[in-house]
């Protein structure tokens, strides 16, 4: 039966210690790609009830420095699935101490596979987007799978259709 992204919706909120930073006092790369990953990962599993390994890191963007002491908040949820594959959409907000107002400061896409305890791909639920914003990250979601494919040497460029679609109309 599909489900909804909200469905696998993850929501993870910490705090910026000192360890996690670097020199200018800004949260470390590593540790917020961690902490996506790890959303990435609830998110994955509620949506497939499997275990789910990362497959690939299509798109991080660090738009934002987060100082020390920010309240980050981690939100995940599946865009797409495919046969075993599910896109996991990544969006990072810090909140103003005072108003309370939160800014996005980076987002990402991650790419797990639901396995089972072989570590053999099995198939997923497929999803049903509802919102404006998750129907236009479903409807993007075949172009950038076959970019990861072809990036990482598993997909001919010639035969990515979806991909090439959009470049000859
Ligand atoms: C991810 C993994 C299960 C894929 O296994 P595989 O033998 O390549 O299996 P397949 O070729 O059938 O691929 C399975 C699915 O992953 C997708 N996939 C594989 N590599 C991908 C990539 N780089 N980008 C996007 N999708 C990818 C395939 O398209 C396929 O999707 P679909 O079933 O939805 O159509 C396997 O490579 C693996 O276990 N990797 C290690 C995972 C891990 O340990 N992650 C943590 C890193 S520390």
């Keep these: ?51 789910v390994v990362t497959a690939s890191v299509n798109h991080v963007a660090f738009n934002k420095a987060v100082p020390v002491g920010s309240v980050v908040t981690i939100e995940a949820k599946v865009s797409r699935a495919f046969k075993s594959s599910m896109e996991i959409y990544v ?25 089972d305890k072989n570590g053999k791909p099995i198939a997923v639920p497929q999803i049903e987007p509802e919102t404006a914003l998750e129907k236009e990250r479903y409807e993007g979601a075949l172009r950038r799978k076959q970019l990861s494919l072809i990036l990482s040497g598993k997909m001919k460029p010639t035969d990515a259709d979806e991909l090439r679609a959009l470049f000859v109309g």
């Design 1 to 51: 039966m599909a489900k909804t992204p909200k469905d696998s919706l993850t929501i993870l909120t910490d705090i910026v210690l000192p360890a996690d930073t670097n020199p200018l006092g800004n949260l470390f790369g590593g540790e917020l790609l961690g902490r996506m990953d790890r959303a990435c990962s609830i998110s994955a599993r509620r949506h497939s009830h499997a275990i």
């Design 91 to 115: 969006d990072v907000w810090i909140e103003d101490r005072e108003s309370q107002i939160r800014s996005k400061v980076n987002e990402g896409i991650y790419t797990f596979v639901a396995v």
